[in-house]
């Protein structure tokens, strides 16, 4: 027997008590149980950036999760986490007995790797256009099945490409079109000396004639010049 106002249970089992003041005296009892209440959780989990995952936890009555930053239920046992920084989150749980526990789950969040091809594009038919995924990351994904950083293209279509830092991954696609040229030019032709000759050209939205020396419109399809060698540059 111990004769201390209050003592230690570690062990269950049915304790009683009895008080003294003067000559009176009272007993009481006491029995203390053990706590089958065990709170789990998973364990420590890595996103990459702009991603969520569903945390876990079981085995209580009543959850609490702090803090409740990028978290969608911060009282579900299962809420979605989208920390934009790595973040530790406690999940405190409350079991059916009235006993509580806290446990610890830290989400990493990994940096996205960045990919930006730019805006459409239109070239003309011939040319070739050089797409860029960007330096920094360390595999690249074309849907030409290239793996290089650059790809060269001179067909039209929409151009994907995945790139991968190690652990996440970022998409971007760019449509490139190439518009036919086809030109028509008036044959070569002989006049005599001081006459003029009317030449032509199709197919084009814009032209420039040269040389334009003499010439009454040298930004017109159909101009008229003097007898000279011109050529188009349309």
Not at 45 to 71: H, R
Request: with cysteine; hydrophobic share 35%; proline share 6%.
């Amino acid at each position: 027997d111990e004769i201390v106002p209050s003592i230690l249970i570690i062990i269950p089992g049915l304790y009683w008590v009895e008080v003294f003041n003067g000559g009176c005296s009272r007993v009481d009892t006491v029995e203390v149980f053990q706590s089958t209440f065990a709170l789990t959780t998973g364990g420590d989990v890595t996103i990459c950036e702009g991603g969520s995952i569903p945390l876990f936890a079981d085995g209580a009555a009543t959850y609490t999760w702090n803090p409740s930053t990028g978290l969608d239920a911060p009282t579900s046992p299962t809420p979605i986490a989208s920390p934009a920084v790595t973040t530790t989150y406690s999940v405190t749980g409350t079991g059916g007995d009235g006993c509580v526990q806290e446990k610890h789950i830290t989400v990493t969040v990994m940096p996205a790797p960045v990919v930006e091809l730019g805006a459409d594009t239109t070239l003309c038919a011939g040319q070739h256009c050089l797409l860029d995924a960007g330096s920094g990351a360390v595999s690249y994904r074309w849907s030409t099945g290239e793996k290089s950083q650059v790809i060269s293209v001179s067909t039209t279509g929409t151009y994907h490409v995945r790139v991968s830092n190690g652990s996440c991954e970022h998409d971007d696609s760019v449509t490139v079109s190439f518009i036919p040229m086809n030109i028509t030019v008036s044959a070569d032709t002989f006049v005599c000396e001081g006459d003029s000759v009317r030449l032509s050209v199709a197919g084009i939205t814009s032209c420039q004639w040269s040389p334009s020396t003499g010439m009454d419109d040298p930004f017109s399809a159909t101009p008229v010049c003097p007898s000279m060698i011109a050529t188009s540059t349309c």
